[in-house]
C-alpha cells in the first residue's frame, strides 16, 4: 500500500517548485513543511531519505528567496 501523506507531501514540494520565480507564500512553504512532517510518521527509510530531500529543496528554495 502506498503511502498517501508521502505522496502528499511530494505533491506539496512539486508545485512550489514548479511556481515561476519562486512565486509562493510563507504559507505554502509551511503547508508543504507540514505535509512533509506528517508523512514521516509511517515512512518508509526509503521514504524517509526522500522526504529530508524535499526538505532541503525547501530550505535552498528559502535562501534563494
Known sequence: MQ???????RDAVNRLMNRANGNFS???????????????????AEEQQE???LENQLKQQNELK
Open 26 to 44: 510563507e504559507q505554502d512553504k509551511q503547508a508543504a513543511q507540514n505535509a512533509i512532517q506528517s508523512a514521516y510518521t509511517n515512512a518508509t
Open 51 to 53: 522526504l529530508r530531500e
Open 3 to 9: 503511502n498517501q501523506l508521502f505522496q502528499q507531501a
